[in-house]
């Protein structure tokens, strides 16, 4: 691996994330909490390098968000994350480790409510990430 940059990762991540949500009616919302993803694969100039990476990553990370109400049973969240990461991503050397940010549109389908709950079906539509 030639240049660091040239580093692509693919990760499975898990945030463990506590939100609240506020606003006149709820509809921002602000989310803070550890995120630990697993490693999928990792290549470097079209090279396979997930021997050189390790399997795991822990981060911190935070978000801010907006609700839209489509209808009863519908909404749409804009939704923006920044994760700082507390581990190396690499096996050997002592490599800063790196932080990432996306843009999420989520979509957000109801069913009709039990009791007080309802449940719901939450589908992660767009994803832009970068990472830094």
């Known amino acids: 691996m030639k240049d660091v940059r040239s580093l692509k990762k693919n990760y499975i991540a898990v945030p ?24 999928i694969s990792a ?21 801010l968000g907006y609700k ?13 994350q920044q994760q700082f990461g507390g581990t190396s991503h690499f096996k050997y050397g002592n490599y800063l480790s790196s ?15 039990y009791g007080n709950h309802s449940c719901f079906l939450l589908l992660n539509c767009i994803s832009l990430a970068n990472n830094f």
């Open 16 to 39: 463990l994330h506590a939100n609240t949500h506020f606003g006149k009616k709820g509809n921002w919302n602000i989310n803070f909490g550890p995120t630990v993803a697993f490693l």
């Open 43 to 63: 290549t470097s100039e079209g090279n396979d390098v997930t021997e050189f990476v390790k399997p795991t990553h822990i981060a911190i990370g935070g978000g």
């Open 68 to 80: 839209f109400h489509i209808s009863t049973n519908f909404d749409v969240l804009l939704n923006y």
């Open 99 to 113: 932080s990432f940010g996306g843009l999420n549109v989520k979509a957000v389908f109801y069913q009709k409510p």
